[in-house]
């Protein structure tokens, strides 16, 4: 909406007896008519005065956030529209806004002359005066505003490095108890391969025992065996000496023949039974040791297993903390690069330079 159809619209709002109260003398308007002209020339006059004669300072309403929008702060170096350093763009920013507030003077009495001209009164001067006093309220609302956001940002930063300070403190006790885990964890695999070790060499002793023992078992019974051959050799030569003697005394010694040959067969058959009992049981001592061998051999791969993933956990690490160590080089590298180059936050700040702008303008 142009200035004069919210012109016509305030006019139009306006009631019988506000417009009479905003309404002069024919003599008083010629008057005050004849000032504002005078006033309007040297304010044309002034709009032709200026260092920036391309400038177009043209009036146009802006909203609070408009204007807010266009500041540009001191610690920024260039514009970024025009590639000027902040001292050209300040005093082009300044000569803008004095031409626009210029022109925007100009217009309001031009129309407030023309009204007291045509009819005697100033109703628009009174509007656009509300809407100056309208604008002062909405920029104070707006700086009340920012002090309060300004708050409650440093009370948000303020909670923001107390967490940051609780988290760092979680973190390090983490790390402790991180570290206190692993070494009980190397603490524990140290004892798991001791007593390995140590079962491992129970076993062979224990098995080295077995053998030993089956052995002196087997040489005993061997010896055993050997001596009862002799011995029914021996009988066997003294029944025949003694047959022809027996056959002489067979009558009288027939049951004592009967109860040796009685006698010998019973121990014969104890013997037999005692020589198969001896090979079950030194069968059954080698399947024992076949099972154990083959526990020994799953026992011996599980622990290859874990050696090899030992290993490739220990070349993880190294490998982590190689890269650990390159990404500390290349952000040190980086630091000393922006502190030597003066780059982001090392950057020499330059303070506004009030006595050279108040000068030119």
Same mark, same amino acid.
């Given at each position: 909406m142009s200035n004069c159809e919210s012109r016509d619209d305030s006019i139009d709002e306006c009631t019988n007896? =506000?417009?009479?109260? /905003?309404? &002069?003398?024919?003599i008083i308007s010629m008057a005050c008519a004849t000032v504002l002209e005078d006033a309007i020339d040297e304010l044309a006059i002034l709009g032709k005065i200026g260092t920036f004669a391309k400038v177009s300072a043209e009036y146009q309403y802006q909203s609070v956030e408009e204007r807010c929008s266009s500041y540009i702060p001191e610690t920024q170096l260039y514009d970024p529209e025009t590639i000027a350093t902040y001292e050209e763009a300040m005093l082009r920013a300044r000569y803008i806004k004095f031409q626009r507030d210029r022109s925007f003077v100009e217009k309001v009495l031009y129309e407030t002359m023309s009204s007291l001209v045509k009819n005697n009164e100033f109703v628009c001067l009174k509007? /656009? #005066? !509300?809407?100056?006093?309208?604008?002062?309220?909405?920029?104070d609302e707006v700086f009340r505003c920012y002090d309060l956001n300004q708050e409650t940002f440093n009370n948000l930063e303020n909670?923001?490095?107390?967490?940051?300070?609780?988290n760092n403190a979680k973190l390090q006790k983490l790390s402790e108890t991180i570290g206190n885990l692993k !070494? %009980?964890?190397? =603490?524990?695999? &140290?004892?798991?391969?001791?007593?390995?070790?140590?079962?491992?060499?129970?076993?062979?002793s224990r098995l080295e025992q077995n053998d030993l023992q089956l052995d002196y078992a087997e040489v005993f019974y061997t010896r055993s065996i050997n001596n009862f051959k002799t011995d029914i050799d021996r009988e066997m030569r003294i029944n025949a000496e003694i047959? $022809?003697?027996? &056959? +002489?005394?067979?009558? =009288?010694?027939?049951?004592q023949i009967q109860h040796w040959m009685e006698r010998y067969d019973t121990e014969i058959e104890v013997r037999d039974t005692e020589i198969q009992m001896l090979k079950e049981k030194r069968e059954d001592q080698f399947n024992r040791l076949h099972q154990l061998s @083959?526990?020994?051999?799953?026992?011996?791969? =599980?622990?290859?297993?874990? &050696?090899? #993933?030992?290993?490739?956990?220990?070349? @993880?690490? +190294?490998?982590?903390? *190689?890269?650990i160590r390159a990404a500390i080089r290349i952000q040190a590298w980086w630091r000393g690069t922006m502190y030597r180059k003066c780059l982001g936050p090392?950057? #020499?700040? *330059? $303070?506004?330079? %009030? $006595? %050279?702008g108040k000068g030119k303008k």
């Open positions: 007896d =506000d417009f009479e109260s /905003y309404c &002069l003398p024919t509007k /656009y #005066v !509300d809407q100056h006093y309208t604008n002062i309220n909405n920029e909670l923001l490095e107390q967490e940051r300070f609780q !070494d %009980k964890i190397e =603490d524990v695999c &140290l004892e798991n391969r001791v007593k390995l070790r140590y079962v491992k060499e129970w076993e062979e047959e $022809g003697f027996i &056959l +002489e005394i067979q009558q =009288d010694h027939t049951q @083959e526990l020994f051999e799953q026992h011996r791969n =599980d622990i290859n297993s874990y &050696l090899a #993933v030992k290993e490739i956990r220990r070349l @993880e690490e +190294e490998l982590r903390q *190689k890269q090392y950057r #020499v700040k *330059k $303070g506004p330079q %009030k $006595g %050279k």
